[in-house]
Each structure stands twice: as structure tokens, then as C-alpha cells.
């Protein structure tokens, strides 16, 4: 599976938009891109994840680049419990999927 | 969605004493099972995954050792402890093309 690079931590502001960036210059092109996020003490959350195309659901906003080298997460209006580390990875989709490996994400702290 | 039973939440072990850590999944079959550890403010290190009943991938070194008896029961063990098996243990299962699922982790103080 492709390495992701990420920023080690991130602020924002209360309200506003929190946008993660993610590299993944690697990936090819049966890896699907994933998001998840960890609060303090528990097991991770998965937020989103896409191959292609941009997704959206009720908690966040993936952007990925044409060239699929990177994408972004958006979390539209950030809550002080948004606050936790923020995972990218990217593993192989099919029938052949791949193990799921972590790098050390991004700490995003949202201020009020 | 899967449901990940991980067991007991908090554990303290003296050094050199066996450890058995358990883990059942409810929702899903022949799933990917994974056990990770994760140090104080760090990530999360993967250590075995399992693409299926009797088979297992370590990913690191270590003193530990993973069995998977049972479709959706994957097993962390150590036959001796050591001070630096200290750690957040995380088991997860996933689908072809799914997300991940995390159980709630055990807390392992080596002692």
C-alpha cells in the first residue's frame, strides 16, 4: 500500500472550515483513498473514503486531485469535538485488499 | 455495520506473566482482522493482520504472537511480558472495500 504524508498538527477555529491536507504521490490506481480519526482514548472513527471522484457525507468533504497524488479533508464547520488525530491512508480495494497501516496523522485542535 | 468486541478494556500484567487478549466480530464474515498497539502520543503500529482462519501476518518483531482459531475471533498473546509490550491494543475488522472497525482497545500496563 502507498505511504501518505501529512502535516504532524493543525488549528482552527471554531466554525470554521478545517481542510487536512494529504499526500500520496504513490498511490496507484486500484488504492482507494481512506480518512479516519481518533479522540483521545478510543479506537479510530472512520470518516470518509473515495477512489476517484470527490465524496461528501454528513461529516466531512474528501477532494482528491486528478492526478490522485493528494487529497484533501474538510470538515465544513469545525466543533471544539472535532479535535482529535486525523488519519489518511490508502490501501488496495478488491478482492485481493490489502492490510490497513497507519502513519502518524495530523493532531487537529479546534480553538473557540 | 460490524460490531468489534475487544476484552478486558484495562489490564495489569506483571512482567514475565502470559497475556491472552480477545477479540470477536458480529455483523460480517470472513472478514480482515488486524491487531495494532499504539505507544503514548504516538500512532498506531500495525502488528498482525489476518486474511483468514489459521493464517497470520506479523508485521514487526516482537514478543508478541496472534492466532485467528475462529472465522471472526483473532487472539493476541505473549507467553512472557515485557515492560515494553506497555500500550493502547487495537483490534479491527474490515471488508472488501469497506471502512475499517475499530473494538474500544485495551490499555495494557506492564508492571
Redesign the interface.
Known sequence: DAKTTQPPSMDCAEGRAANLPCNHSTISGNEYVYWYRQIHSQGPQYIIHGLKNNETNEMASLIITEDRKSSTLILPHATLRDTAVYYCIVRTGGTSYGKLTFGQGTILTVHP | SQT?HQWPATLVQPVGSPLSLECTVEGTSNP?L?W?RQAAG???Q?LF?SVGIGQI?S?VPQNLSASRPQDRQFILSSKKLLLSDSG?Y?C?S?D??T???????T?LTVV
Do not use: C, V
Not at chain 2, 471502512?99 to 482497545?105: L, P, T, V, W
Open positions: 468489534i480482515n488486524y495494532y504516538r500512532g498506531l500495525l493482520y501476518s508485521e493502547f487495537l479491527a474490515q472488501w472495500n471502512e475499517a472497525f475499530f473494538g474500544q482497545g490499555r
